[in-house]
């Protein structure tokens, strides 16, 4: 079943800084260690032992030496901690936190899918973005993650055909530069598929000498116009090699702002669809709702009572399998 979104409701204000001496006091009761996706508020990066893209947290994950993992994302990335910390307990501040991506292929779907491609004559591997449940990945053969998936796809034999699932966006666009041919899911995440091109030529002309730097999970028509394609970490790398003030246009989602202006505070960040300066307009859009649902308060409320917890199932296994060759190896 897709996992909904659920807005809080009646929640009182508590002062942040509170809230963040009162997480740092129960990490070290409860043994704990935080872990934050570069897509939760910035508050949250800055409190976590570890912050980055999903590819960094799955490996940080393996790293964690304390008997609980709060994982600051999304329910599919928790499901992954899980799964590579069998012992550990896994807490996620909201199970409500979901994902599109993962919510666009589930386990029947695919598993039939699969059945009718080989009834074809189809002899295929089944690539799985890392954005997909525990079932799915226990259907795959190999996980990627924006930062491994172009090495990864280039090291399947070339009489294999490819599978990919579930981003048809991310599918097309390691298709060009692998020029491997790819069977593709019609799956798309919805703050990436709702970037406006119109908004972005707007934004490039009130800004004549920006640069666009665009995640591979936007639609082609935005990667057409983009001076830089990368996951969330060689955005990151790119924004940090260059020395000259630069104002960049970010296509992803819009908290991703904050650990590029910590790593290269120099540049000018401008998420888009975003602010335009000439007119005021705004757009709410490119903020995941899933992501935002991870709070301060719920940080603390988990940490505290030690739920929601993320328990092991059965198909972990044949999910760690997969997820510790593609990831760790």
Known sequence: MPLPIIEPTGTEYEDPLDLMDEIDELKKEKDA??????????????????????????????????????F?????????????????RVLLPDLNAGCSLAESCQYEPLKNYQEKLRAEGHDFL?????????????LCDWIVTSGNAREIIEKIPEDKEILFVPD?????????????????????????EVFSLQDLNRAKRNNPESQVIAHPECPQNILE?????????????YVKSIEK??????????????????????????????????????????????????????????????????????YFQKAYDVLERSLLQ
């Open 245 to 314: 003030p630069t104002t960049f246009l970010v296509a992803t989602e819009a908290m991703m702002i904050h650990p590029l202006e910590k790593l290269a505070p120099q540049h000018t960040y401008v998420p888009v669809p975003g602010i335009i300066t000439s007119t005021g307009e705004t757009c709410a859009c490119n903020r995941c709702p899933h992501m935002a649902l991870n709070t301060l308060q719920k940080i603390r409320n988990c940490l505290r009572d030690g739920k929601p917890e993320i328990e092991w199932q059965p």
């Open 126 to 138: 089944t690539v799985a973005y890392i954005n997909t449940t525990a079932a799915v990945k226990s």
């Open 168 to 192: 048809q966006h991310l599918g097309r666009y390691l298709s060009e530069v692998t020029g491997r041919k790819m069977i593709l899911w019609p799956g798309a995440c919805m703050v990436h």
């Open 72 to 88: 600051c994302g999304v329910h599919f990335m928790a499901e992954s901690a899980k799964i590579l910390n069998r012992k550990k």
């Open 33 to 70: 260690t935080i872990l934050a996706h570069f897509y939760v508020d910035g508050d949250i990066q800055d409190i976590a032992d570890f912050a980055g893209d999903s590819l960094k947290l799955a490996r940080d994950a393996t790293q964690v030496e304390t008997s609980t993992i709060v």
């Open 225 to 237: 116009v983009s001076d830089f394609i990368g996951g969330t970490e060689k955005m990151r790398q």
